[in-house]
Each structure stands twice: as C-alpha cells, then as structure tokens.
T-cell receptor, first 115, second 115 residues
C-alpha cells in the first residue's frame, strides 16, 4: 500500500481483556517496528522485526506483550490481560533498510484505552 | 535514563518569525538524527535528518544544526507558518541502539505559530 496502515484506530478494552493490534507495512519494507506512545511523551520502542524474524524485543514491558510477523509482511501486537497502564497509542513503522541510518514511516497508530 | 531530551515542552512564535526547537542527547555513539512532526490523530511524519559527519542540513524552510561536542541539535524553521503548528520530535539512532535503524525519541515540543 501507499502507507503504513494500522487497525483498529481506536480500541476500548476492559481491564483483563486481551487485545490484538494489526499493522500493514509499506509493501516490500523489510524492517518493522512497534512503538508505544503514552500521553504527552515521545514514542518508546517496543520491538523490531527484519522480515519474519523478531530481532529485538527489548522494549516489550512485560510478558503480557507479544508480537509476531509470521510471513514477513503484516504484523500483530497482542496484549494479554490488559491493565490500565497499557493505555497508550501503539505506533507501527516500517522501512526498507536493514540497518544503519534510515527513515521510518509511521502509521496513524492504534489508540488503546483500558477501563 | 532519557537518552534524547527535549527540555522545552512548548514554544509559541509569530507567523513569519523563526522557530528554534532544541534537542540534547547523552550518548556520543548516536550517529544519525531525525526530526519528526506530528499532527493530532496522525502518526509522526519525517521532516529532516542529519548524519553525524555533517553539522548542518537544509531543506527549504527547515534547517537542522548538529553540535557534536555539545551533544545538541536544533531545528530552525524560517519563516514559520501557522500550518507548522504541531508536535516536533527529535530522534536518534546508531550503533548504540543496535544499528537496526531503531529510533530513540525525545519527549516532543509543541509548536504553536500564531497568525
């Protein structure tokens, strides 16, 4: 596609529910990143994929967070047993570079509100 | 620890004047720096970047300056326009961030350009 597409744009979950957020990166982009942006803060790195391989998951805040990209294109970020502190905008970004200096193209984000 | 810092949460300037947004970083191993602009309900969009081998990069009304000895960069917008009103994020990457293209973001500065 022309840009990075994320769905749903808005998600309200009750505490304890599981949620799944989807990212469609730009076609052909090798690298895919997930970021979490809390209100009034900058995006914080969660995890990174190169094709289908998850090469860095150092930013995932707990084992309730899980991400996958099984075919090296679409990615899903899953949050189990959601907590109020999980409320944030989840941003997906992709790039066609495997390393080094490169520009990430971001999607519009999925805003998660946990009640 | 915040590796990339934007110490001014907000800035207000008059249309036609210069806007100067500042960013400091703590790790000298960062070698690529970017500025992103974000409108409400949209993802961050790339604005301009600079490699550590340069001290200035210009693109139209936007110029980024890098002072490696001070670990400081700034974004100059001149002349400022009301459409420039947005949140601006400084970001850095390099070997220190795994050399994957992973970006470390500052907290953002909200720029308001008054007509």
């Amino acid at each position: 596609g022309a840009g990075v597409s994320q769905s749903p744009r808005y998600k309200v979950a009750k505490r304890g529910q599981d949620v799944a957020l989807r990212c469609d990166p730009i076609s052909g982009h090798v690298s895919l990143f997930w970021y979490q942006q809390a209100l009034g803060q900058g995006p914080e790195f969660l995890t990174y994929f190169q094709n289908e391989a998850q090469l860095d998951k150092s930013g995932l805040p707990s084992d309730r967070f899980f991400a996958e990209r099984p075919e090296g294109s679409v990615s899903t970020l899953k949050i189990q047993r959601t907590q109020q502190e999980d409320s944030a905008v989840y941003l997906c970004a992709s790039s066609n570079s495997r390393s080094g200096a490169n520009v990430l193209t971001f999607g519009a984000g999925s805003r998660l509100t946990v009640l | 620890d915040q590796q990339v810092k934007q110490n001014s949460p907000s800035l207000s300037v008059q249309e036609g004047r210069i806007s100067i947004l500042n960013c400091d970083y703590t790790n000298s191993m960062f070698d690529y720096f970017l500025w992103y602009k974000k409108y409400p309900a949209e993802g961050p969009t790339f604005l301009i970047s600079i490699s550590s081998i340069k001290d200035k990069n210009e693109d139209g009304r936007f110029t980024v300056f890098l002072n490696k000895s001070a670990k400081h960069l700034s974004l100059h917008i001149v002349p400022s326009q009301p459409g420039d009103s947005a949140v601006y994020f400084c970001a850095a990457s390099g070997v220190v961030s795994g050399n994957t293209g992973k970006l470390i973001f500052g907290q953002g500065t909200t720029l308001q350009v008054k007509p």
